[in-house]
């Protein structure tokens, strides 16, 4: 199959636009073919009817039935452990680079750049060496 998150009743959804720009939320119930209800009392986010293009679907799905009041969603929130599984992942392990870099000022920049030029100058010298040790095991 092509694709493997659907929007479905307990899938975890990433709020890419919003007030709760950020947060992690449960779809709850599907109101139409653009608009979703979600919760999310772990991560502070409100009861709120979102539309899908504001939401990013995640690979975590939490046990909850359609219209799952707040308190059983948080349950079954925690009990799955979504938060340390979201942490975990890649996804969110990029958003929190991306946050850091943004957080920088010139000098830290500055600093990134030499490293970064120092650390491919190392790769450079040793491919470098490689290519002459291949050339020189193909002369012969």
Do not use: C
């Not at 502070?44 to 039935?65: I, M």
């Not at 680079?97 to 010298?125: C, H, P, S, T, W």
Request: charged share 30%.
């Amino acid at each position: 199959m092509i694709f493997t998150k659907f929007v479905e009743i307990g899938r975890v959804a990433y709020i890419a636009k919003g007030k709760d720009e950020g947060k992690l939320a449960v779809i709850i119930n599907v109101v139409d073919g653009n608009k979703v209800l979600v919760d999310g009392p772990s991560t502070g986010v409100l009861r709120a009817v979102v539309n899908l293009k504001a939401l990013q679907l995640t690979k975590f799905k939490v046990p909850v039935r359609v219209g799952q009041r707040t308190g059983g969603v948080k349950k079954a929130f925690d009990e799955a452990g979504i938060i340390s599984k979201w942490n975990e992942s890649s996804w969110a392990k990029g958003i929190q680079k991306r946050k850091l870099r943004a957080g920088l000022n010139d000098f830290e920049r500055f600093k990134v750049l030499r490293v970064k030029q120092l650390r491919n100058r190392i790769i450079r010298a040793e491919a470098g060496k490689l290519k002459k040790e291949q050339k020189k095991a193909k002369a012969q």
